[in-house]
């Protein structure tokens, strides 16, 4: 917690649903925006951002995880959090999909990102905690924990 995250994401710019994924209902048809368009959207993300908390989150409303709530079709007003989009980087994009590579502050929600650009996530894949990369994973071998702390 309090580090910052690198994640890749696929984003179905067709559709947003009720969840920010594939999971929700459908609330909304979309027309993909044109290239242009989508760049204007992103630019309006990068740096510091007020973004709604997604109601299938597990932020606490009234003592409840939002997340209960929403699956007993409970509508609440959810609170936005600010966060510090450093990078939004378009990988790709075609047949109304766009896949970003984010760079986030902690407690940033990607499906929020998702929502305000039009459209839901469609996979999501954490790449990097803080100084910690998926690309160092390696199941036979484990940092020790004063090498790791000394990463912070």
């Given at each position: 917690?309090?580090?910052?995250?690198?994640?890749?994401?696929?984003?179905?710019?067709?559709?947003?649903?009720?969840?920010?994924d594939p999971?929700?209902?459908?609330?909304?048809?979309?027309e993909?925006?044109?290239?242009?368009d989508?760049?204007?959207?992103l630019?309006?993300?990068?740096?510091?951002?007020?973004?709604?908390?997604?109601?299938?989150?597990?932020?606490?409303?009234?003592?409840?995880?939002?997340?209960?709530?929403?699956?007993?079709?409970?509508?609440?007003?959810m609170?936005?959090?600010?966060?510090?989009?450093?990078?939004?980087?378009?990988?790709?994009?075609?047949?109304?999909?766009?896949?970003?590579?984010?760079r986030?502050?902690?407690?940033?929600?990607?499906?929020?990102?998702?929502?305000?650009?039009?459209?839901?996530?469609?996979?999501l894949?954490?790449?990097?905690?803080?100084?910690?990369?998926?690309?160092?994973?390696?199941?036979?071998?484990f940092i020790?924990?004063?090498?790791?702390?000394?990463?912070?």
């Amino acid at each position: 917690m309090g580090l910052d995250k690198r994640y890749v994401t696929a984003i179905d710019l067709t559709a947003r649903t009720s969840t920010g994924d594939p999971e929700g209902a459908l609330v909304e048809q979309c027309e993909p925006p044109a290239s242009d368009d989508l760049q204007e959207r992103l630019a309006a993300l990068r740096g510091e951002v007020e973004l709604p908390i997604p109601a299938a989150s597990a932020v606490k409303i009234g003592g409840e995880r939002a997340y209960k709530l929403a699956r007993r079709g409970v509508a609440v007003e959810m609170p936005t959090r600010r966060s510090q989009i450093s990078a939004l980087d378009v990988i790709t994009y075609r047949d109304g999909e766009v896949c970003l590579d984010l760079r986030v502050s902690s407690g940033t929600y990607i499906r929020a990102i998702a929502d305000a650009i039009g459209g839901h996530c469609r996979t999501l894949r954490r790449l990097e905690i803080g100084p910690f990369s998926v690309d160092e994973a390696d199941p036979e071998r484990f940092i020790p924990p004063d090498e790791a702390l000394a990463r912070l």
